[in-house]
């Protein structure tokens, strides 16, 4: 997030340039190519943050200049705002109220500066009440007719909180803003596999660590995992294992024992 405080600042979006002057902000999203020239002499204070939490984003970096094939680091893409249902925040907004926007920017630039915890902490209060706002404002805009192909960062999160629930293509579709043909497609471009099976395998895998860990019986788990029913439970468990679930308990309690 960028604030024309002086100047004029270029942004080469995509390889479409933006002339923003002074009192303008800038809202730059993770997976658009850029570049930033100031035209003239600018004083531009920033914010560089993430929103979203990803178990492995303390392996995320700041791209570095000319790296623009980023292929092989889409596992550590942060999602964008835009991936949020009927939310679409361009680069270039206006706050409803700028000037105070603008004090709460600076405010929170200078608490991190100061490098202490408590300081930090603060500073992500005002970042992540600077977001809200601007959602807020936001949500009634709409998407515009073209689109960047989204990320699907956000799907193993959003599968894991809907592990139970009985999950339809066109569900997961429309959470990815595409059509149920086109998200078929890109998800299996993205992971290598169907969303049926995606899902599946992460209904098994909490199957195995529930069996595993825990008391439930078998139709608890079964439906903690998003199966209609005990029968269709072990069917589709011991396709993927090779062993029901019952036999693949016993196993579990018997090397633990040993």
Not at 26 to 43: A, F, H, R, V
Not at 173 to 190: C, H, N, T
Not at 227 to 254: C, D, L, M, Y
Request: glycine content about 4%; some cysteine.
């Amino acid at each position: 997030m960028i604030y024309i405080q002086e100047g004029n600042l270029m942004v080469n979006v995509d390889n479409v340039e933006h002339t923003f002057k002074e009192g303008e902000f800038c809202l730059l999203q993770p997976n658009d190519l850029l570049t930033l020239e100031g035209k003239t002499k600018t004083i531009t204070p920033f914010l560089h943050f993430d929103i979203f939490y990803k178990n492995n984003r303390e392996l995320s970096f700041p791209t570095r200049s000319g790296q623009t094939d980023l292929t092989m680091y889409a596992h550590l893409m942060q999602p964008r705002l835009n991936e949020l249902a009927g939310i679409h925040v361009p680069f270039r907004f206006v706050p409803q109220r700028p000037v105070a926007f603008k004090e709460k920017m600076m405010k929170s630039i200078g608490l991190w500066l100061e490098a202490d915890l408590l300081n930090q902490l603060e500073a992500n209060q005002i970042i992540a009440d600077l977001i809200l706002d601007l959602l807020k404002e936001m949500e009634s805009f709409q998407l515009p007719k073209y689109q960047k192909p989204q990320s699907l960062n956000w799907i193993t999160s959003y599968f894991s909180f809907h592990l139970a629930d009985p999950l339809s293509l066109k569900d997961m579709a429309l959470r990815a803003q595409l059509s149920p043909s086109r998200f078929s497609a890109v998800f299996k471009q993205y992971f290598g596999t169907s969303p049926h099976q995606y899902l599946l395998h992460l209904r098994i895998t909490h199957a195995e660590e529930l069996l595993h860990n825990s008391s439930f019986t078998t139709d608890e788990i079964a439906s903690y995992c998003g199966f209609a029913n005990i029968h269709h439970f072990s069917k589709a468990f011991k396709k993927v294992t090779g062993e029901s679930p019952g036999s693949f308990r016993k196993q579990q309690t018997a090397s633990i024992s040993l």
